[in-house]
């Protein structure tokens, strides 16, 4: 299993990025999939997810509304949408797949920075 994440920056509060997971090594289309991050000093924290379907995506509160989860099966990648960052949206980002077995599996994760 694979997972290489893509498109972290660094951004101005109010801006946007897309991050980007392209996973192998696994059937994509039938895995569940989740974002996470985790800032300095804090532990990693479930972001969004998404189902097999891609109907009723998981946010956590602090992203509702700004963040939008969505995958593309035919290019096994799952994408989070991030508009409207803050300052605490900083962490490195990582995807990971569902289930009781493919969750051991971490990408390197993609750092994101909101600073002014």
């Known amino acids: 299993v694979q997972l290489v994440e893509s498109g972290g920056g660094l951004v101005q509060p109010g801006g946007s990025l897309r991050l980007s997971c392209e996973a192998s090594?696994?059937?994509?289309?039938?895995?569940?999939m989740s974002w996470y991050r985790q800032a300095p000093g804090k532990e990693r924290e479930l972001v969004a997810d998404?189902?097999?379907?891609?109907?009723?995506?998981y946010y956590a509160d602090f992203v509702q509304g700004r963040f939008t989860i969505s995958r593309d099966n035919a290019k096994n990648t799952v994408y989070l949408q991030m508009n409207n960052l803050k300052l605490e949206d900083t962490a490195v980002y990582y995807c990971r797949p569902n289930g009781a077995i493919l969750r051991k599996y971490w990408g390197q994760g993609t750092q994101v920075t909101v600073s002014s």
């Open positions: 090594g696994f059937t994509f289309s039938r895995s569940g």
């Open positions: 998404i189902s097999i379907g891609g109907a009723s995506p």
